[in-house]
């Protein structure tokens, strides 16, 4: 129950990464505001609030939408009556080369990766720099420290998080509000799903634990971050990857 008492809004929450952090949040006595573009399946959020005595709350918006996204968070801060925990999560890929990517790959994948982060941000920061406290997490990836062929356009976003992270925890930490992003390695999700055997063994052969992470293992670190275990953490962004960056 290292939440409890605390209120955390998710995006990208219906399914992936997002629905194990949804879902630790909720088993640690947090009240959730689950975010995505469309509901996905909520029993197994609903079963971990009501074991847990607490409450998953869904709401819809393409966090691309900046006007949705100011307009939310104020209805769940609103509604909520305070945030403490914000987990800027949702995030697509449309992969290919430079030569042959349209430009609406590129600019799609930033603006549902990384501008979504400074609409959600920008809407939060002066509610949790009032109340003095808080955590952001921001959902970087490896790719973003390392680059990856077929990727400059996830890879910018990844980056770019981390940029934001970066800056955005110097000018809130005077006010205890932190900052930080987590950079997953090869997570089991419908993401990673649409890699073909040949891919996963040539990522495998990168990877000295020889296997691709859990959801639930980057859920353990968002919950780490998100808790009171980590105090004097900001800034950082944090690699889960089996050992990948080392
Ligand atoms: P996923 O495709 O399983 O889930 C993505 C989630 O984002 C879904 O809930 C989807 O509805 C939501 N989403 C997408 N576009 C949205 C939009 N415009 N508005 C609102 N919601 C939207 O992906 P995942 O693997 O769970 O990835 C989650 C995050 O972790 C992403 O940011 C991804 O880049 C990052 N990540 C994943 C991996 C991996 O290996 N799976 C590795 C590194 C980083």
Redesign the pocket.
Known sequence: MLLKGKTALV????????NAVAETFLKNGAVVYA????E?DLSKLQAAAEEAGTRVVFKA????DEPAVTALVKEIIKESGGLDIVVN????TRDGLIARMPAEAWNEVLK??LASAFYVCKAVSMHLLSRRGGSIIN?S?VVGLHGNAGQTNYSASKAGLIGLTKSLAQELAPRGVRVNAIC????A????DKLNEEQKAALFGRIPMARMGS?AEIAAAALWLASDLSTYVTGQAITVDGGMTM
């Open positions: 995006t990208g929450a219906s399914k992936g990464i997002g975010v995505s573009r469309s996905g918006c393409d966090v691309g999560n949702a995030g697509i549902v990766n959902m990836s997953p390695g090869f997570i999700t419908e993401m990673t959801a």
